[in-house]
């Protein structure tokens, strides 16, 4: 007997909330590097020889990491989309008895809890003056960030109801 799929909603929650700070907080630097790096070109300049163009340098190495950087906005949502599917799957094929559905619903409540504390701080941190516009580019993340306890309730909810669709009831699995 597999007990698995309890904790995968705590991952969501915790993963979540790291993978989309973290990666708007590159995106912020990233960003900040490129347009301090640009605004020091003529300075930067005045040190090469007039065969260097340091503003296409710029534009080719840091410029293009910037670029690159941009597609987090995507990679955000596909993750945590990726992973609430995943915790979907695993709770279809995970095989359980029935009493463990009771410890599953009380393991939703205490995860949809805490999601609120995680969604307040995020809040909270995606309203700092210096990195609110990175923040509200992540449309997707932030808006799943933002209604987190609702994701949370919704992906426990369907857990459980898969969980309860593949009960081991004793026979013969499908």
């Known amino acids: 007997m597999k007990k698995a799929g309890f ?9 979540a909330f790291i993978v989309v700070v973290v990666l708007v907080l590159f995106k912020f630097a990233s960003s900040t590097i490129n347009t301090e790096m640009l605004a020091q070109a003529a300075n ?22 910037d670029e690159a950087f941009n597609h987090f906005k ?7 989309f990726g992973f ?12 359980t008895h029935p009493a463990y559905f009771i410890a599953y619903a009380m393991m939703v409540v205490i995860a949809i809890i805490i999601s609120v ?20 580019s992540f449309t997707g993340a932030n808006y799943i960030m933002l209604y987190l306890p609702l994701w949370v309730t919704v992906i426990g909810l369907l857990a459980g109801i898969l ?8 026979g013969i699995y499908r």
């Open 117 to 136: 504390y995680l969604s307040n701080s995020y809040e909270t941190l995606s309203q700092t003056p210096v990195l609110a516009s990175t923040f509200f």
């Open 163 to 170: 969980m309860y669709i593949s009960l081991d009831w004793g």
């Open 7 to 15: 904790m995968d909603i705590f991952l969501f929650i915790i993963i």
């Open 84 to 95: 609430a599917l995943s915790i979907l799957i695993s709770a279809f094929l995970v095989r």
């Open 44 to 65: 930067m300049q005045a040190q090469f020889s007039n065969t260097t163009n340091v503003t296409a340098i710029i534009e080719n190495t840091i410029g293009k990491v």
């Open 74 to 80: 995507w990679i955000t949502i596909f993750f945590i």
